[in-house]
C-alpha cells in the first residue's frame, strides 16, 4: 500500500503564494507519474499540474505560468509551488501518484487552500 500526506494548505491573499507538498510513503518502491489535483464547492477535480518520472510536465491551462510542479525521486516528495494567486484557486488540493506496473492510483486526503481577494 501506499500513503500520500499533502501539507502547506492555508489561507492567503490574492497575488499571493503558497508551497504544497506531498509525502509518499509504503510500498512506493516503483513511482510513476505524480500529480496535483484540486476540487472547488461544487465542482469537479481537476488536474492542476502533472509531472512524469522523467521530470516531465504538464499544467491545466488556468495555472499555466503561476504554478510549478516538481519531484524529489529520493525523498519521494512531490511539491507544487503556486504563486499569483487568484480566488478561483480556492479549492482542496489533493496529492495524486502512480505506483506499480499497474499504474494504480492513490490519493492523499487533501489541503485546503484558500484565496481571499
Known amino acids: 500500500q501506499v500513503q500520500l500526506v499533502e501539507s502547506g494548505g492555508g489561507l492567503v491573499q490574492a497575488g499571493g503564494s503558497l508551497s504544497l507538498s506531498c509525502a509518499a510513503s509504503?510500498?512506493?518502491?516503483?513511482?510513476?507519474?505524480m500529480a496535483w489535483y484540486r476540487q472547488a464547492p461544487g465542482k469537479q477535480r481537476e488536474m492542476v499540474a502533472r509531472?512524469?518520472?522523467?521530470?516531465?510536465?504538464n499544467y491545466a491551462d488556468s495555472v499555466k505560468g503561476r504554478f510549478t510542479i516538481s519531484r524529489d525521486n529520493a525523498k519521494n516528495t512531490v511539491s507544487l509551488q503556486m504563486n499569483s494567486l487568484k480566488s478561483e484557486d480556492t479549492a482542496v488540493y489533493y496529492c495524486?501518484?502512480?505506483?506499480?506496473?499497474?499504474?494504480?492510483?492513490?490519493w492523499g486526503k487533501g489541503t485546503l487552500v484558500t484565496v481571499s481577494s
Open positions: 495524486n501518484g502512480r505506483f506499480g506496473i499497474f499504474l494504480r492510483d492513490y
Open positions: 509504503g510500498n512506493i518502491a516503483n513511482m510513476n507519474s
Open positions: 509531472i512524469h518520472k522523467d521530470g516531465m510536465t
